[in-house]
């Protein structure tokens, strides 16, 4: 009787335990990096990569591909991609914010060899591939992304080169090379192929400050900006894709969705682009605060230099200028007089052990087009152990050189469907389960198929999980039958 009863809630917790874990598979598999340290992070980590992010995209650059966004050394969700011939996998950022594709490379001085993150590093080897090339400085793809005259370009032989200064310090410089880059291309509903395009990208010889770091390293940078230099505008150009794509982060499971392609469903608002920005600029036309329109200075709002609204989910949080930071705390305590508040790791924190969505209010972004960005208490409200800690931040005490600028990070654009329309520039988002699936529609065939969401990094655990599942059923089955 022991024997029978042991197996069987054995199997109940198995069952309970292990089938859940199981994930599927999309177009390019993403994994936040911060996920697989939850539990035991510190919270000022994650202020200190938007500071490091922060400073990068609004300071000086020295960098060969003029008008370019900048890369930061890691980010928050990473895709895995096939490069060469044979083809070899690598762990890249997937950032919005910069237009080229980069990997560290087996020359690299001061690059990575181990990541925190539970990957496994790679060195781009250029002589190692049989269809890699090198680019030299007199080719179009170089000319384009000096905008002109290579400094340095002495001869037909010469490397094209580029080099990065950021504003914390951290560089990367190297040369560029073209290569086949693999990637899934969807054929049905979950179901896609391996197919390849011929993709100009930087060969990393060097990185200095965090970009040398090892604690959340990944191999490299693939640049979703808007120039024609990156990665999606040269697929693009060779006829591979529309220069559409999504994503929809996961920041409770980790993973979510990335594609390209014009999604269908679900249906959403856009906003248009501001034109002949460097980022992905949008109008902020107001702000609400439980129903209430805040009276902020109407140039609050404008675009200009080192002012603006900029879209960005490679930071966690969301800086406002100081106007708006101010107004909007004042409006989500106001009925709260009693609340005690204490500096955790630099953000105010206090005690709450009610419903938060019950008793703060939400607070509404308006845009250009009548689209709004919703954001619940429980997304500008970030539980740390027993206290809640206020997610928004004063943009002015962060960086001088963005204390006017509206970025708005993962903090407002969790659990939404963000769509990044190039071809009609604009840009749209709704609230969505990011743990489920889009349909996006093939231009060449006009079908509609369904990606799902996937998490890079899991499909090991799901594989031995399921080996697992099945010798623990086994053994079950035979201590049954004794």
């Given at each position: ?13 198995l ?17 936040h990096k ?47 991609i096939?490069i ?30 181990k ?75 979950s ?9 100009t ?11 040398g ?12 900006g ?9 697929l693009?150009?060779?006829?591979k ?17 990335f ?26 036309t ?19 230099d080192?002012?603006?609204t ?5 930071t ?29 790791q ?11 969505d ?13 689209l ?18 206020f ?46 699936s889009?349909k ?10 369904t ?24 053994i ?7």
């Amino acid at each position: 009787m022991a024997l029978k009863l042991f197996p069987s809630l054995f199997l109940f917790i198995l069952l309970n335990f292990l089938v859940p874990c199981v994930l599927g598979f999309g177009v390019f598999e993403v994994k936040h990096k911060f996920l697989t340290h939850a539990q035991r992070r510190n919270i000022h980590l994650l202020r200190a990569h938007d500071v490091r992010r922060h400073d990068r995209m609004l300071s000086a650059v020295d960098l060969p591909l003029g008008g370019n966004g900048l890369p930061s050394e890691t980010g928050l969700y990473f895709a895995q991609i096939g490069i060469g011939t044979p083809s070899k996998d690598y762990y890249v950022q997937v950032d919005t914010g910069s237009d080229i594709l980069w990997v560290n490379c087996v020359s690299c001085s001061r690059c990575p060899k181990k990541s925190d993150l539970g990957i496994e590093l790679t060195l781009y080897d250029p002589k190692g591939s049989q269809s890699g090339t090198l680019v030299t400085c007199e080719e179009s793809f170089c000319l384009s992304a000096f905008g002109g005259d290579v400094p340095g370009c002495t001869s037909s032989n010469t490397p094209c080169q580029y080099s990065v200064l950021y504003g914390d310090g951290s560089s990367t410089m190297g040369y560029f090379v073209t290569d086949l880059v693999q990637y899934n291309q969807v054929t049905g509903n979950s179901a896609t192929r391996t197919a390849n395009a011929s993709v100009t990208f930087g060969c990393g010889a060097q990185q200095g400050g965090d970009l040398g770091s090892s604690s959340e390293a990944l191999d490299g940078i693939l640049g979703f900006g808007q120039s024609n230099t990156s990665f999606l505008s040269q697929l693009a150009s060779a006829g591979k894709v529309k220069k559409v794509f999504s994503h929809c982060l996961d920041t409770v499971k980790g993973g979510g969705i990335f594609a390209i392609g014009d999604v269908v469903q679900p249906k959403m608002k856009t906003t248009p682009l501001v034109p002949d920005q460097q980022h992905y600029n949008v109008n902020l036309t107001g702000i609400e605060v439980g129903g209430s329109l805040l009276q902020l200075p109407s140039d609050l709002f404008e675009t200009g230099d080192k002012k603006g609204t900029i879209v960005d989910s490679g930071t966690t949080l969301t800086y406002l200028p100081e106007a708006a930071y101010k107004a909007i705390w004042q409006k989500v305590f106001q009925n709260h007089p009693d609340i005690s508040f204490q500096t955790v790791q630099e953000f105010s924190c206090f005690e709450y052990t009610e419903n938060i969505d019950d008793g703060f209010p939400e607070v509404v972004f308006n845009f250009e087009n009548n689209l709004t960005l919703h954001v619940h208490p429980h997304d500008y409200l970030f539980q740390n152990e027993k206290d809640y800690c206020f997610g928004f931040q004063n943009g002015g005490l962060q960086s001088k050189d963005g204390k006017d600028i509206f970025l708005l990070g993962d903090l407002v654009l969790s659990s939404k469907l963000v769509v990044y329309d190039l071809e009609n520039q604009v840009i749209g988002w709704t609230d969505y389960n990011c743990s489920s699936s889009i349909k996006v529609q093939d231009d060449k065939t006009n079908a509609i198929y369904t990606v799902g969401a996937h998490n890079v990094g899991s499909a090991w655990r799901s594989e031995s999980q399921n080996f697992l599942l099945l010798l623990l059923l086994t053994i079950v089955l035979i201590y049954m039958f004794i």
